[in-house]
């Protein structure tokens, strides 16, 4: 797929930071690989969200993993609360229009994607292994695993953003890169 540098510029994919114990969790770096695999894909930049309160140090420690980071700095973000956490999420993704939207499959984000799904009327597939660019198209295919995890189903969405939960241990870590990328608050 062949991508002007035009369209490079509003080719984003954004990633839902997770934090555990303070810090970056594992997972997220899981998503950042899958995240830079598809922007390596379409062109464009990865783009991280931090939400939280008091999060400078882990947006400057996201940033040396993808291009910008979205620092989303408030008292009311402090613990996930969905409807504050889907409202932030939402402003977020009208103002930066990514192509799409990744989140781990957790327990908070089994709440927090169909609620972000509802509000920007789009489509949601949960629990990802596998994620591929269809050809032509550029719709995003997703695989899952179904009936026990006997089969590998692939659903498309074809209305961006798409938005997308990946399962853990489904990527190895993404490695740190030599430049950092932006952080935005």
């Not at 996201?62 to 609360?81: C, G, K, M, R, W």
């Not at 597939?125 to 596998?130: E, K, M, V």
Request: charged share 20%; aromatic share 6%.
């Amino acid at each position: 797929m062949v991508v002007s540098q035009e369209g490079q510029k509003n080719n984003k994919i954004l990633i839902l930071m997770e934090k555990e114990d303070g810090k970056v969790a594992s997972i997220t770096l899981e998503l950042l690989h899958a995240g830079r695999e598809l922007t390596d894909k379409i062109g464009g930049n990865l783009c991280t969200v931090v939400l939280g309160n008091e999060i400078d140090n882990l947006s400057k420690e996201i940033s040396q993993f993808t291009d910008e980071v979205y620092s989303l700095d408030h008292p009311l973000l402090a613990s996930f609360n969905p409807e504050f956490h889907t409202s932030a999420l939402n402003q977020l993704c009208q103002y930066v229009n990514p192509t799409a939207v990744l989140m781990s499959h957790t327990l908070n984000n089994q709440n927090l994607a169909p609620k972000l799904a509802h509000e920007m009327g789009v489509q949601v597939i949960t629990d990802c292994i596998q994620l591929a660019i269809e050809g032509g198209t550029g719709h995003l295919l997703c695989g899952k695993p179904v009936y026990g995890a006997k089969f590998i189903a692939t659903f498309k969405l074809e209305k961006k953003p798409y938005l997308v939960t990946l399962r853990s241990k489904a990527w190895e870590p993404v490695i740190p890169r030599t430049t950092k990328g932006e952080v935005i608050h």
